[in-house]
């Protein structure tokens, strides 16, 4: 049997088998354990038990020493293990380089220097789904400065299916090599001897589930000296500990960016492809999307059948054809991940439904009318999730997120009409307050709802609110006759007063149209409305109506400088 040899200081005349070893033994078995790394006097497995038994007889183990002990044994098999397993100077698998990480440039920089920083270095990457936070990981494990300090001792552990932090701890121990039966200690054994860096790649699923265990292990993992703990994590939360030294909130693409990832893949488009701006305005800057849909368009030299599939098919495109089931192949299955977190309240389902039919998103101002005394735990609720971001004090979804939301959760009946009706009070209210004292406050609050209002007044026939929406009418015609915006929810609500018989509703809105026009100066769109609104206004006998409209054209008249038609025009008036 192995037996330790007798070190310098020991108690003179001590027998192993008969009398517990000083400290100082202790000490010196430990240090001389080190050196089982490199298989020349790693003892068997029976050897081990036996050392044990004659160091700890009593099974006690006072200052940690017989954990320390164990460790360095199951490390050094670990490794032996391994070696076995691998072709000699064949170095341990490391982390898989993404083919791009474009417009990450000040990220990447910054992740890095905290993790090839002397001592323990712990970094989060935060942002909704397909924001590109595993990319940037696995880029910053990838950099030069990660290869120079962790060599080959850089390790990637993909916790999306674990569930519980016992689960996670075996996923670790796997991923390093250990035995998952050995536990922490192990674990630590194989992290401990060298700088080590390990990433753990969507935290998020088992935090949710077993948040004081995983927290417990995060911790314990970050005690271990020498070592870079990078994790992801779907969502704005982070894990209360450990003390994360540097936290990423991950940004969607600018246009820039996106440009150049979605060239790089669909490699045939040209860069100045008339259909290349709306389509990434569409996707939002989120890079899974661009990704995904680029990948679609890779096969063309134009983009006229990409843009045409979007716009009909949405994030439905933007599925991967291996397997569209996998978060980072759907876009579709991506969102449906966050909508399943546990940490989504029934109130952040709701506004996750409301915001799909806001093409504006919300206003703060907004929150409580609409949502109650739920208001403030839904947004918080969804933000935690990485759905839903805050944008110059609105919140809202990322486009391809909204469209998602609109097509495969759309608000129930009672929401639809809650927020339909919340919007048309709103542009009859202050829309009819533009042009009078206090007016410009009015136009101000208006004018960043516009999608919203248009929204409302393209759907208010479909909930029963016809009748308010034509009530709405003259004040949102006033701020988009005093500022030349809006239109489309007009043109939608005229053809549904048509469809309902409804001549005045109709003939409103055609003439608000008209005047929008007049606005802009498009005196062609004016004239064309303001001559199919007055005989409108004749057939149901509403005069001052009729004569609206020919006061407008005699306008268009004298700004033509067409001055004979303008005099008779208000003559007729």
């Known amino acids: 049997m192995w037996v330790p040899p007798s070190p ?92 791009r990480c474009l417009g990450r440039d000040a990220e990447l920089a910054r992740m890095v220097a905290v993790l090839v920083a002397t001592g323990t270095a712990t970094a989060l990457v935060l942002g909704e789904g397909g924001i590109g936070k595993t990319t940037l990981t696995r880029a910053a494990a990838n950099t030069p400065q990660a290869i120079a300090r962790f060599g080959a001792r850089r390790h990637e552990v993909e916790l999306v299916t674990a569930t519980t932090a016992t689960a996670m701890q075996d996923a670790i121990a796997t ?35 077993d948040a004081q265990k995983v927290e417990a292990l995060l911790r314990a993992l970050a005690e271990v000296p020498g070592l870079a703990l990078m994790a992801s994590i779907r969502g704005a939360e982070s894990p209360r500990s450990p003390r994360w030294a540097h936290r990423c909130d991950l940004s969607p693409l600018g246009e820039a960016e996106a440009r150049a990832l979605f060239l790089d893949i669909a490699h045939r488009i040209r860069g100045d492809d008339p259909l290349l701006g709306p389509l990434l305005a569409e996707l939002g800057g989120l890079p899974l999307a661009i990704e995904l849909v680029a990948r679609q368009a890779e096969p063309d030299d134009s983009l006229r059948r990409v843009l045409a599939a979007w716009r009909k098919r949405g994030p439905s495109l933007a599925d991967g054809r291996a397997d569209p089931k996998h978060r980072h192949a759907s876009l579709a299955r991506s969102i449906e991940v966050s909508l399943a977190s546990p940490r989504l309240t029934e109130a952040g389902k709701r506004l996750f439904r409301l915001l799909g039919a806001l093409p504006a998103g919300l206003a703060a101002e907004d929150e409580a009318p ?25 919140l809202d979804l990322l486009p391809p997120v909204r469209r998602h939301a609109a097509e495969k959760h759309p608000p129930t009946a009672e929401e639809q009409r809650g927020w339909v009706a919340h919007y048309l009070a709103l542009a009859r209210k202050q829309g009819e307050r533009v ?43 006033r701020f988009g006759y005093f500022l030349g915006l809006g239109g489309a929810g007009l043109r939608a609500l005229a053809e ?5 018989g409804d001549h005045i509703g109709e003939a409103r809105c055609v003439l608000s ?38 006061q407008r054209l005699a306008d268009i008249a004298l700004e033509r400088s067409d001055h004979a038609a303008a005099r008779a025009s208000y003559e007729a008036a």
């Open 8 to 99: 310098q200081g020991a108690t003179a005349g001590a027998s192993p088998g008969t009398t517990c070893p000083s400290a100082m033994l202790w000490a010196f078995l430990i240090e001389q354990s080190g050196n089982w790394r490199n298989g020349s006097t790693l003892p068997s497995r029976s050897e081990h038990v036996g050392i044990e038994a004659l160091l700890f007889p009593d099974g006690a183990d006072p200052r940690g020493a017989k954990e320390k002990l164990n460790a360095a044994f199951e490390a050094a098999e670990a490794e032996k293990r391994g070696q076995g397993d691998r072709a000699p100077g064949t170095p341990e698998p490391a982390i898989p380089a993404p083919d």
């Open 175 to 209: 991923a390093l090599g250990a035995d998952p039966k050995q536990g922490l200690p192990a674990i630590r054994a194989r992290l401990a001897p060298g700088p080590s860096l390990l990433v753990l790649d969507n935290l998020e699923t088992l935090w949710e589930a």
């Open 370 to 394: 609409l949502l109650g005394d739920d208001a403030a735990p839904a947004v918080r609720a969804l933000r935690a999730v990485g759905l839903a971001r805050e944008r110059e004090g609105r």
């Open 496 to 500: 549904a007063c048509r469809a309902a």
């Open 435 to 477: 042009g009078w004292p206090g007016g410009a406050a009015a136009a101000a609050r208006l004018r960043p709802e516009l999608g919203n209002l248009d929204a409302a007044f393209a759907a208010a026939a479909g909930c029963g609110l016809l009748g308010e929406a034509v009530g709405a009418i003259h004040g949102y015609g």
């Open 513 to 550: 149209l008209a005047d929008i026009a007049l606005t802009r100066s498009d005196h062609p769109a004016a004239r064309v409305g303001y001559e199919t609104a007055q005989p409108i206004y004749r057939a149901i006998g509403d005069r001052l109506g009729e004569a609206n409209c020919i």
